[in-house]
């Protein structure tokens, strides 16, 4: 298991679209694996392969309290089943340190591989929802900054360009002192 670097926003490979997986090697297998160790490293509840560099379909997300129930999706097709959308204060590993509130349909149909090949296909509410939203964008080159206005843009690259600078110093991740809305 490796931890594996998370590109931060504005990098502009965060941009590239990412393609179809074809098949489940070991070595993707070994990708999931990181992945799932690199989101809870940085304490995160959801993460694209897009933010590792990666520009493949494979999202893993865990919701849990306790951080055992990791989940994959590959090749992902997420369908609003519903027209109205609600706010949530959203966060990202890419965007160290950002809230802010992004407008989504709360119930969305997801259709995925699972990390064995089985198919998945539900109905989901809430912050599932929610995240794999905010997951599908990263594989389109999105992220949940590309909703707010250019001040707040401007403010969310200055704000990542400090607290980088000060994990540099301190060469490790800035320990969270208070409790923080949930970053994907
Ligand atoms: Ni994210």
Known sequence: MALL????YPDPRLRTIA????EVTAEIKTLITDMIETMYEAQ????AA??????IQLIVIDLSEDKDSPRV????KVTPLVEEKQSYEEGCLSVPDVYDKVERPNKVRIEALDQDG?????????????CIQHEMDHLSGVIFVDYL???????????VRKVLKIREKQ?????EKEPQPANS
Not at 44 to 47: T, V
Not at 118 to 124: F, G, H, K, Q, R
Not at 149 to 159: G, H
């Open 44 to 47: 995160g509840i959801g993460l």
């Open 73 to 76: 999706f590959i090749n992902p």
């Open 5 to 8: 670097p998370i590109l931060s």
């Open 149 to 159: 206005s250019r001040l707040k843009q401007t403010r969310a690259r200055d704000k």
């Open 171 to 175: 060469g490790e991740q800035v320990a």
């Open 50 to 55: 897009s933010q590792v560099d990666r520009h």
């Open 19 to 22: 393609t179809p997986v074809k």
């Open 118 to 130: 089985n198919a998945i296909d539900e109905e989901v509410e809430g912050l599932l929802a929610v």
